[in-house]
């Protein structure tokens, strides 16, 4: 059987690779799981890590971002054809609400096309929502660097967020509760997809 596709969205901050780490574990005694992750580590994925520090090109950017995707769900592809669960921490939901951000909203249908031609549906999309601020201060916490733009420009990715979820049918899930609160309820949407108990 075909393995089930899950994607971890949120901002920066939000908790997504905790997530992935703690439901991998739990995962794993049920099913085979792959955790990956975009920017992903192939070539791709290597050049955006690469530009990451630079002053971002948000066009060349975006292109990347979507290169990276057509490689890496090829990927993907295979894992659920071998009928693994696959748990990706970010997907096309993160180029729709960072670069519309980054572009402007008149980007967001050029953004979409682009999108639906190298993507899968996922089966499952769990966003974890957050205040920036918040956010931002768990980034802090791990010793990366906070800027007041960069607050502010988490906000608008996060409304995009919002608007893609309603679009999308997306999961919205708290991610200012705790770890263990975002697991459990995380978990009841994968056991009806898992047709777990
Ligand atoms: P990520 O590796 O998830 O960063 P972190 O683990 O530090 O949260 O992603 C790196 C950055 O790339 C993050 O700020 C979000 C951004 N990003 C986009 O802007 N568009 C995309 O399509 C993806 C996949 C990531």
Redesign the pocket.
Known sequence: MRGRFIVLEG????G??TLSNALTERLSAFTDVVAT???SDGYVGDA??RA?SEDGHPLL??LL??A??AHHTHAMEGWLEEGKTVIC???????????TA?LGEEFRPWLREMNDKVIIRPDLTLLLDIDPDRGMGR?NS?G?KSKFEKTEYLRE?RRQYLLLAEEDGFHIIDASQGPDEVLEEALVHIRGLLELI
């Open positions: 901002i920066d901050g939000a997504k690779s992750a975009e920017p955006l890590r990451g950017e975006s971002f979507v990276d995707r921490d970010r997907y096309y939901a993160s180029t729709m609400a960072y670069q980054s980034v791990r990366e990715v």
